[in-house]
């Protein structure tokens, strides 16, 4: 059974770091991977996705990077803001089953301005 | 485009009423589906749809049903609300496997 973890569950930063979030899976027979953004109290909005042949997918200060073999995918944010403050959540897409996403608990970013 | 809807925002039910949860999406996707999100638990999957007339079951399907008559709609239906079913639901949708899923902006339901 898949299943999706995502270290640390809660971070905090002064604003300007750059930091990377984890998610790791136990199963690397995936379609796709794609990392969320969710603000307290609202919906999920769709960051990056990357799909399992490739390796990584940048939108602006985001990067995240793509290991199937290991079972891995890191979110990089470059020089965090205030902003950037939200639960970032890694979802994997099972090859073997269409239209569902097995998501990680999140993790909690704080940035201190 | 509106992107995916759901309605009501906010919903409070009685032990054993029934209602539906509404998901519509005008982008024509095939795939829709319905999460639940529980503090502690993350998202899990209630039910999913690949396409019209075609339904199956996440992983937490007990105490729902859901029908996809049409591409645009995929309704979910609490047969008789339990207090467990209390949770913000989530429905997506996205055009095929390989591309982005897009989420409804949630339903949060409390069941008394």
């Known amino acids: 059974k898949q299943e999706v973890t995502q270290i640390p569950a809660a971070l905090s930063v002064p604003e300007g770091e750059n930091l990377v979030l984890n998610c790791s899976f136990t199963d690397s027979a995936i379609y796709n991977l794609q990392w969320f953004r969710q603000d307290p109290g609202k919906g999920l909005t769709s960051l990056l996705l990357?799909?399992?042949?490739?390796r990584e997918q940048t939108s602006g200060r985001l990067n995240a990077s793509l290991d199937k073999s290991s079972g891995r995918s890191t979110l990089y944010i470059a020089a965090s803001q205030p902003g950037d403050s939200a639960t970032y959540l890694c979802?994997?897409?099972?090859?073997?089953?269409?239209?569902?996403?097995?998501f990680g608990q999140g993790t909690e970013l704080s940035v201190k301005p | 485009n509106a992107g995916v809807t759901q309605t009501p925002k906010f919903q409070v039910l009685k032990t054993g009423q029934s209602m539906t949860l509404q998901c519509a999406q005008d982008?024509?996707?095939?795939?829709m589906s319905w999460y639940r999100q529980d503090p502690g638990m993350g998202l899990r999957l209630i039910h999913y749809s690949v396409g019209a007339g075609i339904t199956d079951q996440g992983e937490v399907p007990n105490g729902y049903n859901v029908s996809r008559s049409t591409t645009e709609d995929f309704p979910l239906r609490l047969l008789s609300a339990a207090p467990s079913q209390t949770s913000v639901y989530f429905c997506a949708s996205s055009g095929n496997r390989g591309l982005l899923q897009y989420f409804g902006p949630g339903t949060r339901l409390t069941v008394t």
């Open positions: 982008m024509n996707h095939e795939y």
């Open positions: 990357i799909q399992s042949s490739q």
């Open positions: 979802a994997v897409r099972p090859l073997a089953e269409g239209g569902k996403l097995i």
